[in-house]
């Protein structure tokens, strides 16, 4: 085998991993036997020059080298870091380049110049040359500054709609992939289990299925762009005891493989992520980043999965200092490396030169080495890194392609936006323009609450201008994002519209009650708009390290609400949230009742539409409203024993809202229910179908639920799981039949012996509008052995929707 190749197009000689003719595991091959141990090891890691939580490049703080910390809270841990000059971190390469976008406030051309200076740097100062990867967060659009600020991931859970979440991931992937940028750390496959964890708003939703499906059609999007999607986090991380981030879970091997895991199987087979980033937490003692079992014997000998596995920012330096597995930063290391970790990132902590040292006493198989660097080598390969004549000024798009806060994709985002927000209640008022019941637009309107007029409040913790512009006061926000009270300004033009914010979000300042309540009296409708403002580690009400003891909304806003209501004046209640609040004390007593998830930049204007009928309401619950603060958790998928009230408990856990609730301005009747067999073979499948018809008076859009139960099985199993959905748009009077292809694959569990199986007996069929109204029920017999499947099972119901009128339109 020779070192070099001449290429047959322009006759240049290569060295043979460079030549893109051959094979990639060649070329792979190829590099690795170039590549000192050093070389190998230095692709393990990364460099965030960015850093905000630390210090910056160079920056000692007096001059002398620090004695390296061994144990240090997550801030010490990324300031020592930060002292590494990107020269010297990268003197045998670099694997990945962190956040060079997305770490403080640059504009697109200036963020392309520090990436373009960066790469250089890695690439001419190493030997081979060898590129590094750049990934950035994009759980809510491309987080830099100016770039379009999506909905939350809650938000689009809530639109039950994965054709628009798959768009939604391709058009942030074409701006990373314009922007030199290889990979995205999104999307969080998390299902939720309490929702006071300060995180609820960067999931999918309660249920693994609905998780699934808009994972997986996220990372198509992602991935069809050409850009790297990354699952978080891998796994568990979102049951910590009592709702805590970076707790510890306790949870048995069963719910973790039925309830946990399938997100992220769906997102690696049907999506084809390449990435996969480890939890903070532990489960039942074992730290997910140092987890053999997790890492390495489900995700790749199971599951067949040949992408990178990426650690969370620090994650293996907390297996010295947090979870006292490893004595030390090396120790931790060389655990995570065995355990099945690629990369370290965001700064190269536990991956360092000791590992060159080990594997030279023949300490660490450098076969481990082997193991992880092909694997990123694999991807660099794949993405062009390392073909002739790559260059950082080739990989970006033209200048005039990378507008990142584009009419396309504001478009895409004030759709997101409209089919995200959920009508809880019409009541008496909504909506406010309603020409078949006399209705007209109010003349005199106080809008009320601390989140009427802060932008901040319609975007998540991931979102930049939560994530970091609070450490930058006094910059714009960087993108236009109307505030609810302007949008109803602009909704109303003829009211009267008047604001007071009555209180902070969180703050406990009642001194703005009466100017609230004032202005209330003096209109003939009030819109309180409450809820939460995103930020970081205590800094927000909602988002990362944001939890909270209760459901109660943030600060005084429930006295604020009580003080409005007391007024006489109709209030309708927008609560503008990253989870679900307790509203069982504010629903009876309002003039009607929306619900919002972050719905990002141009969210303010689909409330306003939703409010004044413009926009047809079709956003459905991804998770429960709770009616009482406390009793947590209490998401919809329960054992028979986890929902039942009647003589057991004090505690009620009946929900004001179930899961997949969401109300209309029309009316839909699902009926005509159809089985197609009966008695269906452990290997086989069945249809269920059933009629939907619009028998209102407006063009309206219903979300067709499918459940299924297994009412004895050898474990206690889910009262009721959805198994599929499909979204209907229907103009007055039309109709349309929707069938579910069901296979017997969608009734397996993990049965004792912790195999998933498919256990025969009854299974029955329920269908309806949320995980409470199923008017269309029947049972089905799987017959047969019982068969144990794995991750070839079906894991998808794919679903066909068949019209009944000429003027219906369906998706």
Not at 193 to 214: A, H, I, K
Not at 222 to 238: D, Q, R
Not at 428 to 433: E, K
Not at 530 to 540: E, M, P, T
Request: charged content about 20%; hydrophobic content about 40%.
């Amino acid at each position: 085998m020779t070192t070099a190749e001449s290429l047959p197009s322009t006759g240049q000689v290569v060295p043979r991993w460079q030549d893109p003719s051959l094979p990639v595991s060649e070329r792979v091959d190829a590099l690795l036997a170039e590549m000192t141990v050093a070389e190998k090891v230095a692709q393990l890691g990364s460099r965030w020059l960015g850093n905000f939580m630390g210090s910056e490049a160079g920056d000692d703080e007096g001059g002398g080298e620090a004695e390296r910390p061994q144990v240090a809270p997550l801030e010490a841990v990324f300031k020592e870091a930060g002292r590494i000059p990107l020269e010297e971190a990268a003197r045998d390469g670099l694997g990945h380049l962190t956040r060079v976008y997305g770490s403080r406030p640059v504009n697109a051309e200036e963020g392309t110049a520090l990436l373009v200076a960066q790469q250089h740097t890695v690439v001419k100062g190493s030997r081979l040359g060898i590129p590094a990867l750049a990934h950035e967060e994009c759980l809510t659009g491309f987080n830099t500054y100016g770039a379009t600020v999506y909905p939350a991931p809650l938000a689009w859970a809530a639109a039950f709609d994965p054709d628009l979440v798959r768009r939604l991931g391709r058009a942030i992937g074409r701006d990373l992939r314009a922007s030199g940028v290889h990979q995205g750390l999104a999307p969080v496959l998390d299902v939720v289990r309490d929702y006071r964890w300060g995180r609820v708003e960067e999931t999918m939703g309660e249920d693994p299925y609905l998780v699934s499906t808009l994972g997986a059609a996220y990372v198509g999007g992602v991935e069809g762009a050409g850009v790297i999607a990354t699952l978080k986090h891998f796994a568990g991380y979102s049951a910590a005891r009592g709702a805590r981030n970076h707790g510890p879970v306790p949870m048995g091997r069963r719910e973790l493989m039925d309830v946990i895991l399938p997100p992220f199987e769906t997102a690696i087979a049907v999506g084809g992520a390449r990435s996969v980033m480890n939890s903070y937490s532990d489960i039942d003692g074992v730290p997910a980043g140092a987890d053999p079992w997790l890492l390495t014997q489900l995700l790749r000998d199971d599951w067949g999965f040949t992408g990178t596995v990426v650690s969370d920012y620090g994650s293996l330096a907390f297996l010295a200092g947090l979870h006292g597995v490893a004595a030390d930063f090396d120790e931790a290391g060389v655990m995570a490396l065995e355990a099945g970790i690629d990369v370290e990132l965001p700064d190269t902590l536990t991956f360092g030169r000791h590992l060159e040292d080990r594997v030279r006493r023949g300490e660490l198989p450098e076969s481990l080495l082997d193991r992880a660097v092909r694997r990123l080598l694999t991807q660099k390969v794949e993405l062009g890194l390392l073909d002739p004549g790559w260059t950082p000024e080739g990989s970006l798009a033209p200048a005039a392609a990378r507008d990142l806060n584009s009419p396309e994709n504001r478009k895409l985002a004030r759709e997101l936006a409209e089919r995200s927000v959920i009508l809880l209640d019409a009541g008496s008022a909504l909506p406010l323009v309603d020409p078949d019941a006399g209705r007209t637009a109010p003349a005199r309107v106080a809008v009320v609450g601390p989140c009427a007029a802060d932008a901040r409040t319609l975007m998540g913790c991931y979102a930049f201008p939560n994530h970091v512009l609070p450490r930058h006061p006094g910059l714009p926000l960087g993108i236009s994002a109307p505030t609810v009270v302007e949008a109803l300004r602009a909704e109303f033009p003829d009211a009267e519209i008047v604001f007071e914010p009555g209180c902070d979000v969180r703050e406990e300042d009642r001194s703005g009650f009466a100017a609230a309540a004032a202005a209330a009296r003096g209109a003939e409708l009030c819109i309180a708009v409450v809820g939460d403002r995103a930020g970081l580690f205590g800094n927000g009400t909602s988002g990362e390290g944001c939890d909270v003891e209760d459901l109660r909304l943030p600060g005084v806003q429930a006295e604020l609400l009580a003080q409005l209501f007391a007024t006489g004046t109709p209030v309708v209640v927008v609560v503008l949230s990253g989870r679900p609040y307790a509203l069982g004390e504010v629903h009876p007593r309002s003039a009607g009742l929306v619900q919002a998830f972050m719905p990002g930049q141009e969210g303010a204007a689909a409330i306003a539409g939703v409010l004044s009928g413009r926009v047809q309401p079709a956003g459905r619950l991804p998770v429960q409203i709770p009616r009482r603060p406390g009793g947590q958790p209490g998401t919809y998928l329960q054992p028979p024993l986890g929902a039942h009230t009647q003589g057991i408990s004090s505690v009620d856990p009946t929900p004001l809202f179930p899961f997949g609730h969401g109300g209309s301005y029309t009316t839909f009747e699902i009926d005509d229910l159809h089985v197609s067999a009966h008695d269906v073979p452990t290997d086989g499948e069945f249809t269920v179908s059933v009629r939907v018809r619009n028998t209102g008076a407006r063009p309206g859009r219903e979300v067709v639920q499918l459940y299924l139960r297994d009412p004895v099985a050898q474990v206690s199993r889910p009262v009721r799981q959805l198994t599929g959905f499909a979204q209907v748009d229907l103009a007055p009077g039309a109709s349309a039949r929707v069938a579910f292809r069901v296979h017997a694959d969608r009734t397996a569990f993990t049965g004792r012996a912790l195999a998933r199986i498919v256990e025969p007996g009854e299974v029955e069929v329920q269908v309806g509008d949320s995980s409470q109204n199923l008017p269309c029920r029947a049972a089905v017999r799987l017959t047969g052995p019982t068969r144990e499947v794995g991750h070839d099972r079906r894991l998808t119901t794919p679903v066909d929707v068949t019209l009944e009128e000429a003027d219906a339109t369906a998706s």
